[in-house]
């Protein structure tokens, strides 16, 4: 099922309408879809590297819209909408852990590295968000800094190295930007239960 939508994804690429996909599925990839908006955007990004910066606004706006929708799922309905989507995709036991044990500064980190890297899954901290009642503005000033330095950082790499650096950013970018979120949540973690 997961190869069957990524391909549909990227597939939306060559369409006129490429880039209302990009605003939807980055608006839905930040609440209830599975695929990272970034499978749509980096070939229509290399595709016309003059619109990179244009799609990394695109992508962060709908980005940021669809992590309020999830804030919003979590927060005011939770038991009957947020919950079951977390039970489809397999997220629900890693959520409940996440929500038994986070703290606002736990959140906050959790954030920024899903939003960097995807770690954890953007929808999942969305909707925690939402159910723990994380301020709603600061919410939004984290989740356009996270989400839009990703964005933003992929458009400069694309202009600035073009096709070559698109095997680099789909096969190890990704990885070193988990790594990194890793260690600041263990670094995070470290400093919580040592003091």
């Known amino acids: 099922m997961l190869r069957g939508l990524y391909d549909w994804t990227l597939s939306l690429a060559a369409r006129k309408s490429a880039e209302w996909w990009l605003a939807f599925i980055a608006f839905v990839e930040s609440s209830i879809f599975l695929v990272p908006a970034d499978v ?78 995807h770690l954890p899954p953007i929808k999942v901290v969305t909707i925690l968000s939402g159910v723990i009642g994380v301020n709603l503005l600061l919410f939004i000033l984290l989740a356009i800094v996270a989400r839009g330095a990703r964005f933003f950082f992929l458009a400069w790499l694309l202009r600035r190295y073009g096709e070559p650096i698109r095997e680099f950013i789909e096969k190890r970018l990704g990885t070193i930007a988990a790594l990194g979120a890793a260690a600041l949540i263990l670094l995070y973690l470290l400093v919580r239960y040592l003091h």
Do not use: C, N
Not at 40 to 55: F, H, N, V
């Open 40 to 117: 749509l955007y980096l070939p229509m990004a290399l595709s016309r590297p003059d619109r990179a910066y244009r799609y990394a606004l695109v992508a962060t706006v709908a980005s940021v819209l669809g992590g309020i929708a999830g804030w919003f799922l979590g927060h005011y309905a939770y038991e009957a909408l947020a919950r079951p989507v977390l039970e489809f995709y397999g997220k629900y036991e890693q959520f409940e852990a996440l929500r038994t044990s986070s703290g606002i500064g736990f959140i906050i980190l959790m954030l920024i590295t899903s939003g960097l890297a």
